[in-house]
T-cell receptor
Framework: DADVTQTPRNRITKTGKRIMLECSQTKGHDRMYWYRQDPGLGLRLIYYSFDVKDINKGEISDGYSVSRQAQAKFSLSLESAIPNQTALYFCATRTEMNTEAFFGQGTRLTVV | SQELEQSPQSLIVQEGKNLTINCTSS?????LYWYKQKYGEGLIFLMM?????EEKSHEKITAKLDEKKQQSSLHITASQPSHAGIYLCGADRATNKLIFGTGTLLAVQP
């Protein structure tokens, strides 16, 4: 089983719908991150969390919200999806600063 | 614009050729990471650099960190089709954020 699991792997949704992307990890890491990837733009940070009580906005948090339900779970929500949120979304975890981050396999989201 | 800029944005090389990818930061670098991604898949960690002047190698890939220039370079020697993919640099920020660059798409022609 993967150490960092994202569900679903693929999703097509309609404009205006609420959608949640989930991430769970078995590595026991405190830090968790959500990124989106668009062609030609690398990865951009949406939100990050250092523990269940600590949530921080990243570079592009508008239109997104997150929930850290437990140390192992970090969910990303789009309250009202719009087409320009079509992208590949990645979750990552690590123990602390200056350490390797481990990534999930990604969720490909299409908003029509 | 993003805080980490990579160049070139894309690169096509013939098998066996050497190549270099650069990553330049607009802010102080605390830790610099290189990852590789096969198209549409997850990221694979290559190496991490922490100190100015540090150089690390893994197989035919070498990365260097120039702290003064706030820049890192990734050099591939004698490229192979297996090197094809997207290369991403990442960096720690003082606020404990982990951000990534704009990516470089590498194609290796047999």
């Amino acid at each position: 089983d993967a150490d960092v699991t994202q569900t679903p792997r693929n999703r097509i949704t309609k404009t205006g719908k609420r959608i949640m992307l989930e991430c769970s990890q078995t590595k026991g890491h405190d830090r968790m991150y959500w990124y989106r990837q668009d062609p030609g733009l690398g990865l951009r940070l949406i939100y990050y969390s250092f523990d269940v009580k600590d949530i921080n906005k990243g570079e592009i948090s508008d239109g997104y919200s997150v929930s850290r339900q437990a140390q192992a779970k970090f969910s990303l929500s789009l309250e009202s999806a719009i087409p320009n949120q079509t992208a590949l979304y990645f979750c990552a975890t690590r123990t602390e600063m200056n350490t390797e981050a481990f990534f999930g396999q990604g969720t490909r989201l299409t908003v029509v | 614009s993003q805080e980490l800029e990579q160049s070139p944005q894309s690169l096509i090389v013939q098998e066996g050729k050497n190549l270099t990818i650069n990553c330049t930061s607009s802010k102080t670098l605390y830790g610099l990471y290189w990852y590789k991604q096969k198209y549409g898949e997850g990221l694979i960690f290559l190496m991490m650099l922490q100190k100015g002047g540090e150089e690390k190698s893994h197989e035919k890939i070498t990365a260097k960190l120039d702290e003064k220039k706030q820049q890192s370079s990734l050099h591939i020697t004698a490229s192979q089709p297996s090197h094809a993919g997207i290369y991403l640099c990442g960096a720690d920020r003082a606020t404990n954020k982990l951000i990534f660059g704009t990516g470089t798409l590498l194609a290796v022609q047999p």
